[in-house]
């Protein structure tokens, strides 16, 4: 039986085999080629988008991290599977662990579980993003000491605290990666006077988020004056600055899980620090806003963007914490 982390999320798709390493990392998207051309996924879809006509949008199968049509979900991950196992016979028994988002509803967990087994997935568990991305960083979930972690993707930013197999705490947003991307594209429309594709805008953002103070960014739009390409060099400090309440009142939204949690929880957060993840982590200012939120040491991972799907993968193998979780 064919065994693998699945991480459907607003920004990327990431697929991970329980036996390691991935089968698939692209974007979240799908297309209808005209003319019987057949459906394309991911990278390819992606580059496509920004390219066909006016009323052939591409299709995305999670908005803000929860399915928000069922046809395009199932029709999404069938695409999907055919990629990572092409040849029908190992289509016939495959289990996945399905990442949903710690803050959506039994009814959105649900939706996305049925879409990947209608999809052909024999069998399909949720696990929340922050219990995945625990195993997928290393920690156990199970451990009787509190780990903490925050996720911060294209639809959701969440922050968990786990222990003994119990959620201590949670909050959740949908102010994140998205949210960024469109402060950028309008500010840039407005300011600029260029108009940029969702996908140039998601780059101009996580460029601005590495780039350092002092430096530049360069963007390249379309003028809406003449309808030509124009580019632009922005200081990197002026997008930091639109960026700036959007992250802040993002860690203001997470912080508020401290609420919840017991007493004696924070000797080992204080000790352990919060781990923080997820496509969007690296964002200028984030931890920074975080620490002083919590009043807690956050680390930021190597495998940001792929822990959660590893993490997945790896509870194929320890059906103890999927259990512990799936309720949830």
């Known amino acids: 039986m064919a065994r693998f982390g699945l991480d459907v999320g607003s920004s990327s798709t990431v697929v991970a085999d329980a036996g390691g390493g991935f089968l698939l990392d692209e974007p979240s998207v ?11 996924i991911g990278r390819e879809a992606a580059e496509l988008a920004d390219r066909i006509p006016a009323g052939r949008d591409a299709l995305r199968p999670v908005t803000a991290g929860v399915v928000t049509d069922l046809d395009t979900a199932r029709r999404y991950v069938r695409a999907v599977l055919r990629r990572v196992l092409p040849r029908p016979w190992q289509r016939t028994r495959v289990a996945a662990a399905v990442v949903v988002p710690a803050g959506s509803s039994a009814l959105e967990r649900r939706a996305l579980v049925e879409a990947v087994e209608e999809a052909g997935v024999s069998r399909a568990a949720p696990i929340p993003a922050p219990v995945a991305a625990a195993l997928g960083c290393g920690l156990d979930p199970l451990d009787r000491r509190v780990h903490m972690v925050a996720v911060a993707g294209a639809g959701t930013a969440e922050v968990m605290a786990v222990c003994a197999g119990e959620v201590l705490a949670v909050r959740s947003t949908r102010t994140a990666g998205d949210a960024l991307t469109a402060a950028v594209r309008r500010h840039v429309r407005t300011a600029h006077g260029l108009i940029l594709d969702h996908g140039a805008a998601e780059d101009v953002t996580v460029r601005a988020g590495a780039a350092p103070e002092g430096g530049e960014v360069a963007v390249t739009g379309r003028d809406p004056e003449h309808g030509r390409p124009r580019s632009v ?6 997008l930091h600055a639109v960026l700036a309440p959007l992250v802040t009142a993002t860690a203001q939204t997470l912080a508020g899980c401290l609420d919840d949690l017991p007493a004696r929880a924070v000797d080992d957060l204080s000790a352990d620090g919060v781990l923080l993840v997820g496509g969007a982590s690296p964002t ?24 959660v799907a590893e993490g997945a993968a790896r509870s194929m193998l320890t059906p103890a914490v999927r259990h512990a979780y799936d309720a949830f």
Request: charged share 25%; net charge positive; with cysteine.
């Open 30 to 40: 799908m297309l209808r080629l005209p003319r019987g051309g057949g459906t394309v």
């Open 233 to 238: 060099r922005l200081p990197a400090d002026e």
């Open 284 to 307: 200028r200012g984030l931890r920074t806003a975080l620490e002083a939120g919590l009043g807690l040491p956050v680390k930021q991972v190597e495998n940001a963007t792929t822990c």
